[in-house]
């Protein structure tokens, strides 16, 4: 079986300080995993996406995620947050088996303060 | 290059009412998700198509809900009847094809509100 879990369900930064948002994945087999990101009234945009190669990934907008084994975790960060990333992020599990069938996480909202 | 499209953006209707959804995937993408996204949580898949083929139905709650994918492009989920526990936000997506590589690429959702 596979699921995400994210551990905030909400963080909120100042602009310009570092993002952190946290994720950890249950998965039967090597996972892939993704971050998405939604804003209001808009469609989900992937912003990076890890699929057994390089364990640090980096994606749109400045952010990048590290996947690591040993703590089954695959958090999204970024250097400097900006206005404009405010939004809700998922994190997102899908399984080597051929399907792409995604699993996401109940995700966070990230808000970003002046 | 246009992205996935759906229509209507929004919808609200009384229970017991019949209720469709239209998606246009992106051009050249054989695969085509529905999704269903409640308040506050992530988005859960509903079905997948391969083509016309539908591959997994499986969670589908098929004494309601029906899809179709004519000519292996657009595609249609209906409710009938609608319950108050459909409101949602309902999801299209797309892809070249389905492997776990294959980057799915979303619409931005009609929002359902049944009263």
């Known amino acids: 079986a596979q699921s995400v879990t994210q551990l905030d369900s909400h963080v909120s930064v100042s602009e310009g300080t570092p993002v952190l948002l946290r994720c950890n994945y249950s998965s039967s087999y090597s996972p892939s995993l993704f971050w998405y990101v939604q804003h209001p009234n808009k469609g989900l945009q992937l912003l990076l996406k890890?699929?057994?190669?390089?364990?640090l990934v980096k994606g749109i907008n400045g952010f990048e995620a590290e996947f690591k084994k040993s703590e089954t975790s695959f958090h999204l960060t970024k250097p400097s947050a900006h206005m404009s990333d405010a939004a809700e992020y998922f994190c997102v599990v899908s399984t080597l088996t051929g399907a792409n069938n995604l699993f996401f996480g109940t995700g966070t909202r990230l808000t970003v303060i002046p | 290059e246009a992205g996935v499209v759906q229509s209507p953006r929004y919808k609200i209707i009384e229970k017991k009412q019949p209720v469709a959804f239209w998606c246009n995937p992106i051009s050249g993408h054989n695969t085509l998700y529905w999704y269903r996204q409640n308040l506050g949580q992530g988005p859960e898949l509903l079905i997948r198509?391969?083509?016309?083929?539908?591959?997994?139905d499986s969670q589908l709650p098929k004494d309601r809900f029906s899809a179709e994918r004519l000519k292996g492009v657009d595609s249609t989920l209906k409710i009938q009847p609608a319950e108050l526990g459909d409101s949602a936000v309902y999801l299209c997506?797309?892809?070249?094809?389905?492997?776990?590589?294959?980057?799915?690429?979303f619409g931005p959702g009609t929002r359902l509100t049944v009263l």
């Open positions: 997506a797309s892809s070249l094809g389905d492997s776990n590589t294959d980057t799915q690429y």
């Open positions: 198509y391969e083509n016309e083929e539908a591959v997994d």
């Open positions: 890890y699929t057994s190669a390089a364990t």
